[in-house]
C-alpha cells in the first residue's frame, strides 16, 4: 500500500508566487494611500473644488486604498500562516497589514477633524448670505423710498427712517442672522448695519451718488471662524463679503465722500 502524503492545512490551495504577490500589492496599496494624503497636505493652499468635497473625495479614495491593502494583506498573511514556512513574504504581508491600517486609522481622523471644522463654517456661511439677503432688500427699500418719499431726488436720511416709514415692516432685516444678541442702539431699534446715509447725517441727493459706492454694511464683524469679513451692498445693488483690507478701502472712500458732500452749513 502506497503511504498517503499529508500536507499542512490549506498548504495544497496555496499559490505559491499568489501570496507573495498579494503582500506585496497590499504593501504598494498602502503606501500610494500614504503618499496620497501627503500630496493632498502640499496641495492643500491651493484648493481645487469645495473643501468639504475635497475632504469627502480624498478620504474615500484613501479608504478605498486602504481596504483594499488591509484584505490583501491579511489574505496574504493567512496563505502564508498556512503553508507553515513553505511561502516567503511573511514580513511583507505583515508590514503591509500595518501600513493599511495606520491609513484607514490616518484616514478616519483626518475626515473627522476636517469635516468637523468645516461644519463649523458652514453655519456662519450661511448666516453671511442671509445677511447679504438682508442688505439686497435695504437697498431695494431705499431706493423704493426715493421714489416714493424723497420724491426722485433724495435718498432716506437713515436706515431707521426705512422701517419707521413703513418701507420695511419686518424688524430682523435690520438684524445680522449671525446675531444672537442684537445690539439695541436707536432706542428699541435694533440694527447690525451701517449707512452711507447715517454716516452723512443729512439727506443724500441722488445726483450725487456713484453705483460704485457702498451703501450699507454690518457694523461689526459677526464670522470670526471666517475671518474678518464684513457683508457689504452697493448703490448698484450687488453685495460682496469683502475682506478687512478690502473693508477699510470701501470705509475710506465712504468717509471721502461723505466730507466731501457735507453741507456747508453742517446741516
Known sequence: ???????????????????????VTSLV???????????????????????????????????????AALFLGITAWNRIRQSVGRLAGRDTAVAAVYVAGILLLMTVVFTWRNLG??????????????????????????????????????????????????????????VCPADSEPRHEQGSFACDYDSLFDRAGSRISRQAIQPELPLAWENRDFYPLLGDRR???????????????????LMKTADKWVEQHRPKDGR
Open 1 to 23: 500500500m502506497t503511504a498517503e502524503t499529508k500536507h499542512p492545512i490549506g498548504a495544497a490551495d496555496v499559490n505559491p508566487t499568489g501570496a507573495l504577490r498579494a503582500a
Open 29 to 67: 496599496l498602502g503606501l500610494m494611500g500614504l503618499l496620497l494624503w501627503g500630496v493632498y497636505y502640499a496641495a492643500a493652499p491651493i484648493p481645487a473644488g469645495p473643501a468639504v468635497e475635497r475632504v469627502l473625495a480624498f478620504s474615500s479614495v484613501a479608504t478605498l486604498l486602504g481596504v
Open 117 to 174: 471644522q468645516e461644519l463649523q463654517r458652514a453655519r456662519p456661511q450661511a448666516n453671511s448670505v442671509r445677511s447679504r439677503s438682508n442688505l439686497t432688500m435695504i437697498a431695494k427699500s431705499a431706493h423704493t423710498w426715493l421714489s416714493r418719499k424723497g420724491h426722485g431726488q433724495f435718498y432716506p436720511p437713515s436706515l431707521k427712517s426705512l422701517f419707521n416709514d413703513g418701507v420695511i415692516t419686518e424688524r430682523r432685516t435690520f
Open 231 to 249: 457683508s457689504v451692498v452697493f448703490f448698484d445693488g450687488h453685495t460682496e463679503f469683502v475682506t478687512a483690507d478690502r473693508f477699510r478701502e
